[in-house]
């Protein structure tokens, strides 16, 4: 898949199930802010997912909720896509 097809699809599908998916298959989840930029960053960072034991259970951090606490407000996919994808051809 070559590299813009692959952001356009990161835009698209980037919802909770996919979310899951790209863990399930090596997807490292940190949060942090601007200066933590990765390949997903630009795409995710306006995009809050609710937090489920689930979502916790794969690496997300209770530390980075919004104010109500119930939602993250933005994270961090920190291993390559080239090694995600890899994995999932």
């Not at 990765?38 to 919004?66: K, M, W």
């Given at each position: 898949?070559?590299?813009?097809?692959?952001r356009?699809?990161?835009?698209?599908?980037?919802?909770?199930?996919?979310?899951?998916?790209?863990?399930?298959?090596?997807?490292?989840?940190?949060?942090?802010?601007?200066?933590?930029?990765t390949?997903?960053?630009?795409?995710?960072?306006?995009?809050?997912?609710?937090?489920?034991?689930?979502?916790?259970?794969?690496?997300g951090d209770?530390?980075?909720?919004?104010?109500?606490?119930k939602?993250?407000?933005?994270?961090?996919?920190?291993?390559?896509?080239?090694f995600?994808?890899?994995?999932l051809?």
């Amino acid at each position: 898949m070559q590299a813009s097809n692959l952001r356009v699809l990161m835009w698209l599908k980037m919802d909770d199930d996919f979310l899951y998916f790209l863990l399930d298959h090596g997807a490292d989840v940190n949060f942090g802010d601007r200066k933590d930029l990765t390949p997903f960053y630009r795409e995710i960072r306006d995009h809050s997912f609710d937090a489920t034991p689930d979502f916790i259970n794969r690496g997300g951090d209770l530390q980075h909720v919004d104010k109500n606490a119930k939602t993250f407000l933005s994270y961090v996919i920190e291993k390559p896509l080239s090694f995600i994808y890899a994995r999932l051809l």
